[in-house]
Structures are given as structure tokens and as C-alpha cells.
């Protein structure tokens, strides 16, 4: 397999890992720089559209992301040509970045919403909702405090908190970035399974083997589940996944329409 490594699959391997080591060792600001903020943080650069592709929240992230290039990359390679490759690679990681952050801006507006609804008719169940919706970012100690809110429901000060914590929530949610390269992994899986949708792949867990086209339709039908279910303890971007496996259809779509413009 690793005789078989074509040109962009080995430079994409190679950036990816050596930006990983410098980050992680010599200079871990640079994640930070890097990282996709949403588009009204404070930490917010447009060229993060392209630079959270390169960047990785740890080893497994990047082992996840760079063996499954490493699977189906080279073969696309050379079957679409290194500019196709690079050229799907890079619309797929860009364009999930974008989309991605229309949805995380739909997600805060719709908390912004919510927080003003709160504001003006102060409610503790309302209150418990929106921390339950929210749950990944508190400990359990919040639930104290909702108990405590609950018996003295219009006790000012604890208004007062709860209207501190979900403001401290909507600074989190438009200060958490967005790293790696799954999306840009995500057209790069679609793309094979479009081109190459018999292909039998052999899978480790469990040991049995699948074409492709049925792994791919798999992991886009379990992608879409956890875009809708939003299990708010979950802090994978599945819409970015998303985004990738539409983004890389329709590149390979157009590409099939206009094969003799394969290099």
C-alpha cells in the first residue's frame, strides 16, 4: 500500500503530520490561529477557511483522517489525476468550513433567541431546558442550581445567574473552534464510492467485507442522523461531514458528465 502512494496523497500526509508535530511540540499557538472560529468571534480570520483543515485536535484525529486518505486517496489519484484530487481535497475542506459556519451561526442566532425569550419572562423550566440542550458544557453541578432556581423561581438573584450562564454559553458557542481535515475526507469517501461503488474494501471492526458504495451510504445516513439528533454532548461536526459528502457528489457528478476532462 505504501509503495503505492501517489504524489498529493503523500504531500497532503506529510503537511498534515508535520503541522501536527509543530503544533503539539514547537509552537501550540498555532491551532489557535488556525483553528475555524465562528464568523463573529473575536478570534474569527477568513483565512481559517482554509487553515482548520490542517489542523488537528490530537493523534487520533489525525491518524483517523490521514489513514482514510491513505486508503482511498491514491487510487482516486490516480484515476482523476493529481489536480482533481487536490482540487476535491481542497473544495471539500473549504466549502464544509463555510457551510459549516452558516450552521453554527443559524445554532447561535437560534440561542440568541432563545436567551432573549428567557430574559423576558424568567421561567426555571425554561432555564432547565436550555441547560439540558446545552449539557456538554456544564458539569454536574449545574443541576444544583437549577433545583435551588426551581424552588425560588422569582428570587432575583438567582435570575440574575441564570442569566450569567447562558450568556457564558454563547460566548462558548462563538468561541469554539472547528480543526481537521474530516471534511475534505468525507468528499474524498463519496468521490470513491461514486467512482468506484463495487469496490470491495475490508473492514476491521468487524473483519468482513463491504463494497464501497454501501460503507459510504453508512456513514452518510449515520452522519445525517446525528446532524438532526444534535446530542449536545457530542462535539464531533457532523454537519461539516456533511457538507463534505455534498460538496464531493457534486464535484464527482459534474466530473462524470465531462469525463474527457479527466488529466
Known amino acids: 500500500m505504501f509503495r503505492n502512494?501517489?504524489?498529493?496523497?503523500?504531500?497532503?500526509?506529510?503537511?498534515?503530520?508535520?503541522?501536527?508535530?509543530?503544533?503539539?511540540?514547537?509552537?501550540?499557538?498555532?491551532?489557535e490561529w488556525f483553528a475555524l472560529y465562528y464568523i463573529n468571534s473575536q478570534y474569527f480570520k477568513p483565512f481559517q477557511f482554509l487553515t482548520y483543515m490542517?489542523?488537528?485536535?490530537?493523534?487520533?484525529?489525525?491518524?483517523?483522517?490521514?489513514f482514510g486518505l491513505l486508503i482511498f486517496g491514491p487510487l482516486l489519484e490516480q484515476f482523476l489525476g493529481p489536480k482533481k484530487l487536490l482540487t476535491l481535497w481542497m473544495v471539500c475542506g473549504v466549502g464544509s468550513g463555510i457551510l459549516y459556519s452558516g450552521y453554527t451561526a443559524y445554532n447561535v442566532k437560534?440561542?440568541?433567541?432563545?436567551?432573549?425569550?428567557?430574559?423576558?419572562?424568567?421561567?426555571?423550566?425554561?432555564f432547565n431546558r436550555l441547560v439540558l440542550d446545552n449539557r456538554g458544557y456544564f458539569?454536574?453541578?449545574?443541576?444544583?442550581?437549577?433545583?435551588?432556581?426551581?424552588?425560588?423561581?422569582?428570587?432575583?438573584?438567582?435570575?440574575?445567574?441564570?442569566?450569567?450562564?447562558?450568556?457564558?454559553?454563547l460566548r462558548l458557542k462563538t468561541n469554539v473552534p472547528m480543526v481537521g481535515a474530516s471534511g475534505a475526507l468525507f468528499g474524498v469517501l463519496i468521490a470513491f464510492a461514486m467512482l468506484f461503488p463495487n469496490t470491495q474494501l475490508f473492514l476491521l471492526f468487524p473483519p468482513m467485507p463491504v463494497k464501497a458504495k454501501y460503507l459510504v451510504l453508512f456513514y452518510s445516513l449515520y452522519t445525517i442522523y446525528n446532524v438532526f439528533v444534535n446530542n449536545p454532548l457530542d462535539n464531533v461536526a457532523?454537519?461539516?461531514?456533511?457538507?463534505?459528502?455534498?460538496?464531493?457528489?457534486?464535484?464527482?457528478?459534474?466530473w462524470k458528465k465531462e469525463r474527457n476532462s479527466f488529466y
Not at 502512494?5 to 491551532?31: E, G, H, M, R
Not at 437560534?110 to 425554561?126: G, R
Open 5 to 31: 502512494i501517489t504524489p498529493v496523497v503523500q504531500n497532503l500526509l506529510l503537511i498534515n503530520i508535520a503541522l501536527f508535530v509543530i503544533t503539539a511540540f514547537i509552537f501550540p499557538q498555532l491551532s
Open 54 to 66: 490542517f489542523m488537528h485536535a490530537d493523534f487520533w484525529h489525525l491518524f483517523g483522517n490521514m
Open 110 to 126: 437560534s440561542l440568541e433567541t432563545k436567551i432573549e425569550v428567557f430574559q423576558d419572562n424568567p421561567d426555571p423550566e425554561y
Open 139 to 169: 458539569d454536574r453541578a449545574i443541576f444544583d442550581f437549577v433545583d435551588q432556581y426551581s424552588k425560588n423561581p422569582s428570587d432575583q438573584v438567582y435570575i440574575d445567574r441564570a442569566n450569567q450562564t447562558l450568556q457564558a454559553i
Open 238 to 254: 457532523h454537519f461539516a461531514h456533511l457538507s463534505g459528502l455534498l460538496i464531493g457528489a457534486i464535484l464527482v457528478y459534474r
